[in-house]
């Protein structure tokens, strides 16, 4: 049974930096791939950024060049480093993970069958 617990939101000011984790449980291999996502209440979930087993990386535009997704595989779990926060980035931050057939299996417009609860991204101006 795969778990994700999300950890590290908090309330921060304009420009400033956090680092999300996601640890993940449950998983047999390292083949799977963690996406971030994020949700204002009342507007749809966005997709943030996600990382496969060979640590491909991608990225919304909204976040390229601010955030780095990445991923210890010792611990089995993935970070989220978010640079330069503004106010949009205010929101319920969510990992999403999913076990592939191969590391190299894209994680870009992949779907994801396991979710954690979420944690908080708050960012004053």
């Known amino acids: 049974h795969v778990q994700l617990v999300e950890s590290g939101g908090d309330l921060v000011r304009e420009g400033g930096s956090l680092r999300l984790a996601c640890t993940t449980s449950g998983f047999t291999s390292n083949k799977y791939r963690v996406g971030w996502f994020r949700q204002v209440s009342g507007r749809e979930r966005e997709w943030v950024s996600c990382?496969?087993?060979?640590?491909?990386?991608h990225y919304s535009d909204s976040v390229k060049g601010r955030f780095t997704i990445s991923r210890d595989t010792a611990k089995k779990t993935v970070y989220l480093s978010m640079n330069s926060l503004k106010p949009e980035d205010t929101a319920v931050y969510y990992c999403?993970?999913?076990?592939?057939?191969?590391?190299?299996?894209?994680?870009?417009?992949?779907?994801?069958?396991?979710w954690g609860q979420g944690t908080p991204v708050t960012v004053s101006s």
């Open positions: 999403a993970a999913r076990a592939t057939l191969s590391f190299r299996e894209t994680c870009a417009g992949a779907n994801y069958d396991s």
């Open positions: 990382i496969n087993g060979a640590e491909t990386t």
